[in-house]
């Protein structure tokens, strides 16, 4: 099964310069049979199969060599992909969330035609992504589009946020059991006796000094990028066509949401984060992982962000009205040329023609001044959403942020005054080689008193510029020690030393017996600088509401 888009964007499969063209103007689907399917993508111009309008949004079969019109442009068929040749193949599984799949996952992270797995004769299974918005990751790692990838049973295989290794197990083919069960019968005895009194006697808080250098493994070096959004609120452009719309005007945007814009250049910085359990979840803090809330700028920046986003608003070619059939046309023809200042006009014009050719409005133009009337009394707001968020391990060897893993936010606190966050891994499970782990039911939840015990604090401050080393290129953290300096606030206290940015979200704990104490989220100055973190039972608290009990695990 193959998915072809056809458009003006440079994203599309066959791309077509040509200004009556749409940004994503149809997409085929190319069975494995044979069949082939076209649908319209909300385009301006329509699509035409034997001099015929289709209607958008609905798939429409035809034959290959049939006539078919982007607006006036024909198709190539030369251009068009065959279905494979699987000779050598002896079955084939195709997986998404439309209902044509073999696997059918539904998901919004999920795209139609996701992937595809394919069963060898040599009784070896290869998966490949074919080009899928949020990418296909085989045990953290996201595999390259249109490669075929090995995988076997006990994979962990994640389409965009969501784990499929249950569902795609049973399709794999299972492996010769005999040398595994040879092995559990010569080391059981030492697997039972490093579980018991190895790894739960390291396991937090056991009562006895942690070693730094084990639960420096713990903790992760976060690196990130965010989106600025502008949010047209009570918006009347119904939520399909403004995501179709915004798909063909940002086609690298993997998730548009209604009602919102992409403003100005993605967002990139790095932080601090460290594992909760064996299931991959992380605590870190809230402006990590929700970095656009207006509470986190400046007065200043607030006031420039304002200005520049209304500017943007404006800058969109809404007229004051249409009163004429070529004013109409006009405009088309406008927004055809230049499709990211024309956003909220096709967006208006596109609900009309919706709305008129399903019988619904029959004077179009009048629907399309009411349409303008109420765009331009909508209050437009700031938002913003993640690009990615993905973290890199301490001793291990990185040369590009490609071979960090990915993750996804979980929880976020409602307020700034508890500025706290859970993460967790695509994979959901952490890595084998972290032996430690801050369990939330451990975690310091009394009253500190001021310089009297030393604490340590591990975290990546300024980021991959002291944390990576450049012969090497291994990752380390900064190990610092600590103590409480003042009587501690409602949700945070402060400790000595200095603090620069990268380190939120690093743990502060007693090294003692490795009780998690606090969570560094930020800095003042006044002559020395001090670290500001906030008090671990508040972490405790959002982990047992928004994962589950700490105590009863």
């Known amino acids: ?24 103007h149809a997409e085929l689907l190319i069975l494995d049979d044979g069949k082939i399917f076209i649908e319209d993508k909300s385009s301006t111009n329509g699509t035409y199969v034997a001099g015929q309008r289709i209607e958008p949004g609905v798939e429409t079969e035809i034959r290959r060599g049939d006539l078919v019109q982007f607006g006036s442009v024909p198709l190539n068929w030369a251009q068009v992909p065959v279905p494979d040749k699987n000779t050598n193949v002896k079955h084939v599984y195709n997986i998404g969330s439309n209902y044509r799949n073999d696997m059918v996952v539904s998901d919004p992270y999920v795209s139609r035609y996701h992937a595809v797995l394919r069963i060898k004769k040599d009784k070896k299974a290869y998966l490949c992504d074919v080009g899928s918005r949020n990418g296909t990751s085989v045990n953290g790692m996201k595999i390259a589009p249109n490669k075929e990838v090995q995988v076997r049973r006990g994979d962990v295989i994640t389409l965009g946020n969501k784990d499929i290794t249950e569902e795609i197990s049973p399709l794999l083919p299972k492996k010769n059991n005999w040398l595994l069960w040879a092995a559990i019968g010569i080391g059981a005895a030492a697997v039972i006796v490093g579980a018991i009194f190895g790894i739960k006697a390291i396991l937090n808080g056991g009562g006895r000094p942690v070693d730094p250098t084990e639960v420096r493994k713990a903790v992760v070096y976060v690196t990130a990028s965010y989106q600025l959004c ?11 066509i403004w995501v179709a719309v915004m798909r063909e005007a940002f086609p690298n945007d993997a998730n548009p949401r209604p009602g919102e814009i992409p403003y100005g250049e993605p967002r990139a910085y790095s932080a601090t984060a460290f594992f909760l359990d064996r299931d991959g979840n992380m605590g870190t803090n809230r402006h990590v992982a929700s970095p656009w809330e207006q509470e986190y700028l400046s007065s200043e920046d607030k006031d420039k962000l304002r200005a520049d986003v209304d500017r943007f608003v404006a800058e969109q070619q809404l007229p004051f009205s249409i009163n004429s059939s070529e004013a109409l046309e006009a405009y088309n023809t406008a927004g055809a040329m230049r499709p990211n200042v024309f956003i909220l006009w096709r967006m208006i014009y596109n609900q009309a023609l919706k709305e008129y050719e399903s019988g619904r409005e029959k004077n179009p133009i009048n629907y399309i001044n009411s349409l303008i009337r109420q765009m331009k009394k909508c209050k ?4 913003g959403k993640m690009v990615e968020i993905c973290v890199g391990y301490a001793g291990r060897n990185y040369t590009h942020t490609d071979e960090f893993e990915r993750c996804k936010v979980v929880a976020v606190s409602p307020t700034d005054d508890i500025d706290l966050a859970i993460l967790q891994l695509n994979t ?7 032996t430690f782990v801050f369990d939330p039911s451990t975690y310091f939840t009394g009253k500190l008193d001021p310089m009297k015990e030393k604490f340590t604090w591990i975290g990546y401050p300024r980021g991959s510029n002291w944390a990576l080393d450049e012969k090497t290129s291994s990752l380390e ?4 020690e600590t103590m409480c300096t003042k009587i501690p606030s409602k949700y945070s206290f402060e400790i000595q030393g200095e603090v620069v940015g990268g380190a939120s979200g690093s743990p502060v704990y007693n090294p003692e017996n490795g009780q998690l104490v606090g969570v560094l989220w930020g800095y003042r100055g006044g002559g020395t600088t001090y670290g500001q973190a906030c008090q671990a039972k508040y972490l405790k608290k959002m982990y047992d509401e928004e994962v589950g009990s700490s105590d009863s695990k």
């Open 380 to 383: 437009v707001t700031i938002t």
């Open 428 to 434: 959901k499970k952490t890595p084998e080689d972290v």
């Open 1 to 24: 099964m193959k998915l072809v888009k056809i458009g003006r964007a440079q994203g599309c499969n066959i791309q077509i310069n040509n200004p009556v063209v749409s940004g994503l």
């Open 230 to 240: 502008a949010k047209i609120d009570e918006c009347p452009i119904n939520d399909d």
């Open 477 to 480: 953290p900064v190990i610092r």
